[in-house]
């Protein structure tokens, strides 16, 4: 028993790496979630825009503004009420996460009420690098008290815990400012 021991080990520990090779490049899995947004914009009809809406009130119901930048797609819901979000001001966010391969609803994680998380997810704004580099820009667009946003996030300006794959997000998302 104790010579078969070594082999059983050494024949467990070679399986476990086998299985985990990936013969799929970071670079694929790039080029797949570009995909993935593609056929979600298609298939919910979005429109993307390439300049902000100078008025935060005028959005047309489909109409995403792309920042080319870093990718992410954002669509102001509800705009708000109050004063403008400032550097160092505690964001209070509540969300909807979910995968943008259909069924939505399947892969959705709520924490959009107290029923679904009893503590909503707080950030500094503008100083906290903790927080999805999305959700803080998605806040510098939606600027007040209240105000609501669809945004779509690739995986690289999302949380740090990344997906592997890389993995698209669609966020429902709503904040409330503290000064």
């Known amino acids: 028993m104790k010579k078969i021991f070594p082999f059983l080990f050494l024949f467990f520990a070679l399986a476990i790496t086998l ?46 503004y792309y920042n080319e930048d870093d990718g992410l797609y954002f669509h102001l819901i509800n705009p708000g009420v109050g004063a403008e979000v400032e550097t160092n001001d505690v964001v209070v966010i509540r969300f909807k996460q979910y995968t943008l391969a259909p069924p939505l609803e399947a892969d959705t994680v709520n924490n959009w009420t107290t029923i679904d998380s009893q503590l909503p997810t707080t950030f500094v704004y503008g100083n906290d690098t903790e927080i999805s580099t999305a959700f803080q820009e ?42």
């Open 19 to 64: 299985s985990s090779c990936n013969d799929i490049t970071y670079a694929t899995e790039l080029k797949n979630e570009k995909i993935l947004i593609q056929e979600f914009i298609k298939r919910n009809k979005i429109n993307v825009i390439t300049e902000l809406p100078a008025d935060s009130t005028i959005w047309n119901e489909n109409d995403y």
């Open 138 to 179: 998605a806040a510098s667009y939606m600027k007040r008290n209240d105000s609501e946003a669809k945004i779509i996030v690739p995986s690289k300006i999302n949380f740090e815990t990344f997906w592997d794959p890389a993995t698209p997000m669609g966020y429902d998302i709503k904040i409330r400012i503290q000064k």
